[in-house]
């Protein structure tokens, strides 16, 4: 592209912009506050996952064996599921001796008569599903019971799982929202100026010579929102992240420089994205000519 | 047979027929020294719309290069849908269209703004930018093809010069009178030097003296090479100039004269 071409798309795309000054500005605020939305709740959803990630680190599942099982066997059978990230094996003398020190109790166990049995301990890999995983373990031959924290580990799935869903349809909800907006601003510049794309296809300008400023206008629009969106949301989650520290200095959160890079990158891209798709179908009818 | 007669054959008719190029340079050559070249031909060319209304019908045509041609008929007859099928605005929906080394039907998507680059048009409501001054006007035609600043500021007052408009570079559309704004957008359908220029009732809304100076600047332009079809109502022009006459009725040509009048 030549560089006076350039300038041309550029002059025609801001003309455009400010000949329909509101029309701009309100699609810039309401595109700002859906992506606004949508990334609090990137927030919220990345850190619930980061949440039950920390969760299934610490709790693990423990499975004692039965005083003939063979722990070699049952350590390779179980590392065979999906979901298990790592298995140890504590047997009966470590048990013992744990408690040794833990209770401070002395050499009643670390005999040839100690009661306590066998075990395995099993770390759970991030896409682990425990229940399914239990039940496996439970027909393995030698095993006398399996412990885990039940009811936690699960809530917590069952959480991360809805914020999940309700993630991805409100971002695709949010995604129709904002390509709406735009393509409809860029609908009205377009239809201010059908006149002039009418003649410029009948002097001979080719599609994307028509298509270029209102491209710019698209993205313009998208790369506006999208900035003062990635701002908005930095400053806010450092924020909170300060405040939740004081009030409530146990809840762990994702480290606020990461998330927000990522942030930054996928608003920004979206809206830009946003804005080249939102041109396209708002022009297209009016290449037709 | 006469030895141009066989030449044209060989490279005018034959070549379209087959959707060929020929050499452009030989083309103008023989154009100088007086042998016709075909330049618009429409073999058996129908146009039905999309809600069933027959625009044109059966259309067989030649029309040299350099050829004045006056378009008549009532309104509804066809003029404008043969007009646009030339420029490529609409495709047949039977028959074969071709204008110079150029197959229309065949025509790719992306062939067609480089295309059309080589017809100008100009209509009865003159279709000027009321934002753009009467230099941006005509300039917008040359910026839009991409053609250099410096093509621009050496085409343009060239033009207006010609339309004589030299002094009104400045002003807008709207400080014009209706003949000064036919006269911009003839100044933009022919700056970037078209081979065919199509002018779509261009007197329609102009009173006879200042049609009068649009027709005296149509046949200048013609004079120069370029092929002119005017689509018109205007009898009084049609009878004096007695050039080439085709009469529409109801999509059909009923008539073709080399030297018509406006009715018979
Ligand atoms: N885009 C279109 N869609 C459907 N019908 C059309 C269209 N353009 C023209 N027509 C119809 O085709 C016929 C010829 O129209 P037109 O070529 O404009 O005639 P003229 O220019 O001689 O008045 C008319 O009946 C008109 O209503
Ligand atoms: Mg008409």
Redesign the pocket.
């Known amino acids: 592209m030549k560089l006076k071409t350039f300038w041309y798309f550029t002059k025609e795309a801001s003309l455009g912009l400010i000949r329909n000054g509101i029309m701009s500005f309100t699609a810039v605020f309401t595109i700002t506050l859906s992506l606004v939305i949508l990334g609090c709740f990137y927030i919220v959803m990345n850190n619930f996952a980061y949440f039950a990630d920390l969760a299934k680190e610490v709790l693990e599942i423990r499975v004692y064996l039965k005083e003939e099982a063979d722990p070699i066997t049952l350590q390779t059978e179980i590392l065979k599921f999906s979901g298990v990230k790592d298995v140890k094996f504590v047997s009966k003398l470590d048990g013992a001796k744990w408690l040794e020190k833990n209770l401070g109790i002395k050499e009643i166990f670390v005999t040839e008569d100690n009661p306590l049995p066998d075990m395995i301990n099993i770390k759970l890999a991030e896409d682990a599903k425990v229940k399914n995983l239990v039940r496996s373990i439970n027909t393995l031959e030698g095993i006398e019971e399996v412990e885990y924290g039940k009811t936690f580990i699960e809530a917590m799935l069952v959480i991360v799982r809805i914020v999940w869903i309700v993630g991805i349809s409100l971002l695709a909800l949010i995604g129709l929202v904002v390509l709406y907006i735009i393509a409809n601003t860029i609908k009205l510049t377009v239809i201010a100026r059908r006149k002039e794309i009418e003649i410029m296809k009948l002097v001979g300008a080719t599609d994307w010579f028509i298509r270029w400023p209102f491209l710019l206008e698209g993205i313009f629009l998208g790369l506006v929102s999208s900035v003062v969106t990635a701002v908005i949301l930095s400053k806010f989650y450092v924020f909170i992240g300060q405040y939740i520290k004081q009030i409530a200095p146990f809840i762990p959160l994702v480290n606020a420089g990461e998330l927000i890079n990522q942030l930054v990158m996928i608003v920004i891209a979206s809206g830009i994205i946003f804005g080249i798709i939102g041109s396209v179908f708002s022009i297209k009818k009016f290449l037709r000519v | 047979m006469t030895v141009t007669s066989v030449i044209v054959r060989l490279i005018g008719e034959e070549s379209w027929r087959k959707c060929r190029n020929y050499k452009t340079k030989t083309t103008a050559f023989l154009f100088e020294i007086g042998v016709k070249i075909i330049l618009i031909q429409f073999v058996g060319v129908s146009k039905v719309?999309?809600?069933g209304?027959k625009?044109l019908q059966n259309i067989d045509l030649k029309i040299n290069r350099g050829e004045f041609i006056f378009l008549v008929?009532?309104?509804?007859?066809?003029?404008?849908?043969?007009m646009k099928m030339i420029i490529r605005r609409e495709l047949p929906s039977k028959g074969q269209i071709f204008i110079g080394r150029n197959c229309l039907n065949k025509m790719k998507e992306k062939e067609v703004p480089v295309f059309r680059r080589n017809i100008g048009f100009i209509f009865q409501d003159f279709k000027l930018l009321s934002n753009k001054t009467v230099f941006e006007n005509v300039a917008f035609a040359l910026e839009v093809i991409e053609a250099t600043k410096t093509e621009i500021q050496k085409q343009v007052p060239q033009v207006l010069d010609l339309v004589g408009l030299k002094n009104k570079e400045k002003l807008f559309p709207s400080e014009l009178s209706g003949g000064e704004q036919q006269r911009v957008s003839l100044a933009r359908a022919i700056v970037n030097r078209p081979l065919i220029l199509l002018a779509?009732e261009p007197t329609g809304n102009l009173d006879p003296d200042t049609a009068w100076g649009l027709m005296d600047l149509l046949l200048e332009i013609n004079k120069r090479g370029t092929t002119i079809i005017m689509?018109t109502h205007n009898k009084a022009v049609v009878d004096q100039l007695q050039r080439r006459v085709i009469a529409?009725e109801e999509?059909k040509i009923v008539r073709d004269e080399a030297k018509g009048v406006y009715e018979v």
């Open positions: 719309y999309n809600n209304i625009a008929g009532q309104s509804g007859a066809g003029k404008t849908t043969f779509d689509a529409l999509g």
